[in-house]
Structure formats: C-alpha cells, structure tokens
C-alpha cells in the first residue's frame, strides 16, 4: 500500500494512503477521471515551541496536488478535495476514507499511452491546508499552515492499466475506422478478416507487444491479395501476387500509375511486416508499430472503397 507522507518541517501532519488495484476510472471518453480510493490520516500539532509543549487539535480542510505519468512527460493532471478531517485527540490521529477524482482529457491518456512501455510509472505531490485549533476545550481556530509532501511514486501494473482503467478512460473509443465492407451477396474480398487483423494489431501496440502487433499488420495485407484466385502457376512470389491482383481487380478502376502505386504500398508494407514473424535481428518500437498500423488501415480502408 503506497503511503503519502505531508509534512512541516519534518513533523508529518496527514498520511495519504491507498490500494494500487483499487484504482479505477469513469467517465471517458469525453470526461475521462481517474478514481484513486483513499485512507487519509490525519494528525494533532504539537507546539514545541509553547511551555509544556501544548497539544492543539487540527482540521484538515483541503487537500490539493499534481498527478504525474512517466519520466519523460511530467505534469498530467492537477486536483483538488475538500476533506474537512479534524484531529481531536493528542493519543490517536483522525482518519478517513474518500475517492480521489482527477480529471484527465484524451490528449493526456494519449500522450500516458505513447510514453508507456509496461507498466504506468505514476507520482502523486499533495498539499494540504490545515486549521490549528487553540486547544481541545476552545475549537476556536489560532492559525492556517500548509503542510506538503514530496513526490510519491508507484506502479499501475500494465495487465490493470489496460484492462481495467484505460477503458473507462475512453482510450481508442472515439476514434474510427472506416472500412467499407461488400454486401452479404458480394464477393468475400477478405476485408471483414482484414480489420479483424487490424484490431489484433491495435490491441497488441496497447499491450505494447509491438512485433506482435506489426505481425497482424502482414496478415491484414495478405488477406486482401489472397481474397481473389489468382491465375498463377506453382508458388508464385508475394511481389507477383500483388502485381496480379491489383492488375485483374483493380486495374480497370485504376490509372496505370494508381495502380503501381497502390502495388508498390501493398508490396513495401509486406516486406517490412515481414521481419516481426521472423528472426531478423529488427525490434520494432511503438512509434514504428504505429506507423505501420495506420499505412494498413489506410490500404485496406482504400481497397474497400474500391471493391465496395
């Protein structure tokens, strides 16, 4: 259990505590919150200062900070909680129980998602105002402090992260992808299992399992050239198969140089799929793995078009 220390001078004044599997999140896509469940604990102040080093009761009354993903991007999110927690007793702190709520946008969990290679690497920094009471028979408040804590970090395990938060966060939910199926009575071009592939692939890059993911970008432009029989003898090439399919499918919806274009894409992005499947020495990276996914999507979005 991550524990939060906010302190003054050394002297800790209230404990923020919390269950990295309790966190969770609502509201996405378009008002994404990430909920944090919460043990807040609450201390009396102690004047070392005063004769006889008086007791003085304390309210915690706000509670604010900044919440932080990955080294390389900082700052995502700042948040704020009215908490409202007095510590009456010199012999026992004052606790309570609440949900952090900290308001996100898509561009942020976007940005989380592009840094993040595993797990979330996260930090929480919080500031607290505090009510210092004059003693325990006069609640009548002396003065205001603010205590602070130092950046706390933890882990949200990738398997959490992905099945559980980014869903509710909205990830992916609101961008489309338009792939213009045959009617039920036409021709089977394969399309159907080619976005299937596609969605293989995009599950893979939030997995951050990236050679995976450029895998099932191959097998999406196999399915579109080996939707049509082709009339070649033995085993022929995938650069000849290419060649023919989008000559006797497609040509006659094409110019000649649309035509080598859309061959010479579909024969490129083949090649360098090519490599994930096999032992090649090349890792590709999440960027990579993205790119390559929107070059498919693109193709087979364009194919449809044409066969529809």
């Given at each position: 259990m991550p524990k939060i220390d906010m302190q003054i001078g050394g002297t800790i004044v209230a404990r923020f505590a919390f269950e990295v599997q309790n966190i969770s999140a609502k509201g996405g896509p378009e008002f994404p919150i990430l909920i944090i469940p919460y043990e807040l604990t609450a201390f009396g102040?102690?004047?070392?200062?005063?004769?006889?080093?008086?007791?003085?009761?304390?309210?915690?009354?706000?509670?604010?900070?900044e919440f932080s993903a990955t080294a390389s991007y900082g700052t995502v999110a700042q948040f704020h909680e009215d908490v409202a927690l007095c510590a009456y007793s010199k012999n026992s702190?004052?606790?309570k129980s609440g949900n952090l709520e900290i308001p996100l946008d898509m561009l942020s969990v976007a940005h989380i998602e592009h840094a993040r290679t595993s797990d979330l690497l996260a930090t929480l920094k919080f500031r607290i105002l505090r009510a210092i009471h004059v003693s325990e028979s006069?609640?009548?408040?002396?003065k205001f402090d603010t205590a602070e804590s130092n950046s706390g970090s933890f882990n949200i395990p990738k398997s959490h992260w992905i099945e559980r938060i980014l869903p509710e966060l909205g990830y992916r939910r609101i961008e489309l992808l338009e792939v213009r199926i045959p009617p039920a009575n036409s021709p089977n071009f394969g399309l159907p299992s080619a976005v299937d592939e596609i969605r293989k692939a995009r599950d893979f890059i939030i997995?951050?399992?990236c050679d995976k993911a450029v895998g099932h970008c191959r097998n999406a432009v196999e399915t579109i050239v080996n939707s049509r029989p082709l009339q070649l003898p033995g085993a022929p090439s995938f650069s000849l198969k290419t060649d023919t399919f989008v000559h006797d499918h497609l040509s006659n919806r094409l110019g000649s140089d649309q035509s080598k274009l859309l061959a010479d894409q579909l024969k490129a992005l083949w090649t360098i799929c090519s490599?994930?499947?096999?032992?090649?020495?090349?890792?590709?990276?999440?960027?990579?793995?993205?790119?390559?996914?929107r070059?498919?999507?693109a193709v087979v979005e364009y194919v449809g078009r044409l066969l529809a």
């Amino acid at each position: 259990m991550p524990k939060i220390d906010m302190q003054i001078g050394g002297t800790i004044v209230a404990r923020f505590a919390f269950e990295v599997q309790n966190i969770s999140a609502k509201g996405g896509p378009e008002f994404p919150i990430l909920i944090i469940p919460y043990e807040l604990t609450a201390f009396g102040h102690t004047d070392g200062n005063e004769p006889g080093i008086p007791f003085h009761p304390a309210t915690c009354l706000y509670l604010s900070g900044e919440f932080s993903a990955t080294a390389s991007y900082g700052t995502v999110a700042q948040f704020h909680e009215d908490v409202a927690l007095c510590a009456y007793s010199k012999n026992s702190p004052s606790t309570k129980s609440g949900n952090l709520e900290i308001p996100l946008d898509m561009l942020s969990v976007a940005h989380i998602e592009h840094a993040r290679t595993s797990d979330l690497l996260a930090t929480l920094k919080f500031r607290i105002l505090r009510a210092i009471h004059v003693s325990e028979s006069n609640r009548a408040v002396q003065k205001f402090d603010t205590a602070e804590s130092n950046s706390g970090s933890f882990n949200i395990p990738k398997s959490h992260w992905i099945e559980r938060i980014l869903p509710e966060l909205g990830y992916r939910r609101i961008e489309l992808l338009e792939v213009r199926i045959p009617p039920a009575n036409s021709p089977n071009f394969g399309l159907p299992s080619a976005v299937d592939e596609i969605r293989k692939a995009r599950d893979f890059i939030i997995a951050c399992e990236c050679d995976k993911a450029v895998g099932h970008c191959r097998n999406a432009v196999e399915t579109i050239v080996n939707s049509r029989p082709l009339q070649l003898p033995g085993a022929p090439s995938f650069s000849l198969k290419t060649d023919t399919f989008v000559h006797d499918h497609l040509s006659n919806r094409l110019g000649s140089d649309q035509s080598k274009l859309l061959a010479d894409q579909l024969k490129a992005l083949w090649t360098i799929c090519s490599k994930a499947p096999h032992p090649s020495g090349v890792t590709f990276t999440r960027a990579d793995a993205e790119f390559i996914l929107r070059n498919t999507i693109a193709v087979v979005e364009y194919v449809g078009r044409l066969l529809a």
